[in-house]
């Protein structure tokens, strides 16, 4: 725009020494023919600032991982004249949405509508603000520009997918015979507990057929044994340092793996501690399948704000004596520092599973940071810690149920 202004103030100064040393019809009218201009500029568009207006939608507002949601913006003009110069700025440039909301500038002839459409393919889960943040429009002599604040952004809703695991490893410490693991085939059937609504996930010899026929809907049976097992899950919550796309991908695939595995211990009446840090540890327990949802919307919301290192969570997460036969470690930061305390609960005689996150595709290593990650992947295998490494496109079905 001030390049704009300074091309005026010399076509003016050539009008003005044009009319002094030519006087004439000619040199007057282009002579006010320049002065009037920015009038007649500053007051069309201050016209058309005040005429136009906006629609926008969004069709699905609450979505799950992996389905579409269609966006819709319209500059609508009603007037008998043309829109010029409008440029429409939106939300979201600063999420995963990027590339479709870089501004746009356009021009909107009489009677018509200035229409865009966006098909936004919600591949993580996340609460996104989209939709219209401002539209500017400029004077045709690009001097000023108008800005209409959009107060009312959209949203949308990303929940994260459950992926349903068949099997994964039930360790347990009260076997009558010494220590094991179990499977659905093992599952200590000597006392029915309770009865509860089929979840997705449980055997077909849970079903309770007579009972499930005289109510009309599936119903399966909880036994108590001489066999119980419990889980603790540690999620690393660190805030890492890459790029928002990079690390919403990361934390996507943390939470996903999370609740594959909330999922499935808890379908199977396994008791879990679900911990993460925060600004001190999150601690929520759960012990039957009624608890899912609400440990699911709890790792929906987490936040990956921890200031401290995942080995230190750990060192503050296990403090107090956790009396569980597994403990699983979720994380996409290797480090030597979590050798120490993530071995000395072998030593203690837990299960332990590390499920490592590996960012590679997304954050090239060189061969020193390959070497070093494979060196504390195997370290922990020589200790019998259960080692998975899931990449960042991996099936994670695929990958666990090894």
């Known amino acids: 725009m001030q390049k704009n202004r300074v091309i005026y103030v010399l076509v003016l100064a050539l009008a003005i020494t044009f009319a002094y040393f030519y006087k004439g019809l000619v040199s007057s009218m282009f002579f006010y023919t320049i002065v009037l201009l920015p009038v007649v500029s500053l007051g069309y568009t201050f016209y058309v600032y005040n005429k136009f207006s906006y629609l926008q939608s969004v069709d699905k507002k609450f979505v799950t991982k992996g389905d579409e949601v269609r966006f819709n913006v319209d500059i609508v003009n ?19 949405f990027k590339k479709h909301f870089m501004a746009k500038k356009i021009a ?11 098909e936004l393919q919600c591949q993580y889960k996340g609460y996104y603000e989209v939709g219209l943040k401002q539209i500017q429009m400029r004077d045709f002599l690009g001097f000023v520009s ?18 349903v695991l068949d099997v994964f490893p039930i360790h347990t410490n009260k076997l ?20 509860r609504k089929y979840a997705y996930g449980d055997s077909i010899k849970k079903i309770h057929w007579k009972l499930s026929a005289k109510k009309g809907e599936i119903i399966v049976k909880n036994f108590d044994g001489a066999v119980t097992a419990s889980t603790a899950i540690l999620l690393d919550a660190t805030r890492n340092p890459y790029e928002v796309l990079i690390n919403t991908i990361i934390e996507d695939k943390v939470v996903e793996v999370a609740i594959a595995l909330v999922h499935y211990y808890l379908t199977h009446n396994v008791e879990i501690d679900l911990l993460y840090h925060q600004e001190e540890i999150i601690r929520q327990t759960a012990k039957d399948y009624s608890y899912f949802e609400s440990l699911y919307q709890m790792l929906f919301k987490m936040r990956f704000k921890s200031e401290i290192d995942f080995a230190d969570t750990v060192k503050l997460g296990l403090a107090e004596t956790i009396e569980k036969d597994t403990i699983i470690f979720i994380t ?16 203690l005689g837990h299960e332990v599973i590390l499920i490592y996150i590996s960012p590679e595709e997304l954050v090239p290593q060189d061969a020193t940071q390959k070497e070093k990650k494979q060196t504390i992947l195997l370290a922990l ?22």
């Open 78 to 96: 009603e007037t008998n004249i043309l829109y010029p110069y409008v440029e429409i700025l939106f939300y979201g440039v600063d999420t995963i």
């Open 332 to 347: 996409s930061n290797l480090d030597e520092k979590m050798y120490s305390p993530i071995g000395m609960q072998r030593e």
């Open 108 to 118: 909107v002839l009489p009677h018509t509508k200035g229409r865009y459409y966006f």
């Open 381 to 402: 295998q020589e200790v019998n810690v259960k080692v998975y490494e899931v990449s960042i496109n991996d099936d994670i079905k695929k990958i666990l149920e090894c």
């Open 146 to 163: 108008f800005k209409y604040q959009v107060f009312e952004p959209k949203y949308i809703t990303v929940y994260p997918r459950v992926i």
């Open 176 to 195: 009558s015979s010494g220590e094991g693991t179990l499977n659905d085939k093992e599952e200590d059937q000597v006392t029915l507990s309770d009865i």
